[in-house]
């Protein structure tokens, strides 16, 4: 089953990376019309999660990148780099969102988090 999975995404990964990436683009930047949630902070969970995705996805798509350490780290940083630069797009070019620096700390932790998950599973991947 796995090798099927692997079989069925390889050299596909990229380009759900670049839909996710284009996804977070646009629900960071449209306006939202629902009630926000009473539970406070909320909301750093899914940015947490939204960007674990991303980071996940764009360290998949290049599997080679824990043997080339810098390819994993410029991943890393150009993820963080997005979430950093989406959020001063929230502040500037939209007045229905502001800008908020615990959403960056939230995108980070996905992030940072993928690439553990991801250097954990790295060799379970190749193995298949």
């Given at each position: 089953?796995?090798?099927?999975?692997?079989?069925?995404?390889?050299?596909?990964?990229?380009?759900?990376?670049?839909?996710?990436?284009?996804?977070?683009?646009?629900?960071?930047?449209?306006?939202?019309?629902?009630?926000?949630?009473?539970?406070?902070?909320?909301?750093?969970?899914?940015?947490?999660?939204?960007?674990?995705i991303l980071g996940l996805t764009w360290l998949l798509s290049f599997p080679k990148s824990l043997e080339?350490?810098?390819?994993?780290?410029?991943?890393?940083?150009?993820?963080?780099?997005?979430?950093?630069?989406?959020?001063?797009?929230?502040?500037?070019?939209?007045?229905?969102?502001?800008?908020?620096?615990?959403?960056?700390?939230?995108?980070?932790?996905?992030?940072?988090?993928?690439?553990?998950?991801?250097?954990?599973?790295?060799?379970?991947?190749?193995?298949i």
């Amino acid at each position: 089953m796995l090798k099927l999975i692997k079989t069925l995404f390889k050299d596909k990964i990229i380009f759900i990376a670049i839909g996710i990436t284009l996804g977070i683009t646009y629900l960071s930047l449209m306006r939202l019309n629902f009630a926000p949630s009473k539970l406070s902070h909320v909301d750093k969970i899914y940015h947490s999660i939204a960007y674990f995705i991303l980071g996940l996805t764009w360290l998949l798509s290049f599997p080679k990148s824990l043997e080339k350490k810098y390819i994993k780290y410029a991943i890393v940083i150009s993820c963080i780099i997005y979430g950093i630069v989406i959020e001063v797009l929230q502040g500037t070019l939209t007045a229905y969102r502001t800008a908020s620096l615990l959403d960056v700390i939230a995108n980070t932790i996905g992030v940072l988090v993928a690439m553990v998950l991801f250097k954990s599973i790295y060799k379970k991947i190749i193995a298949i």
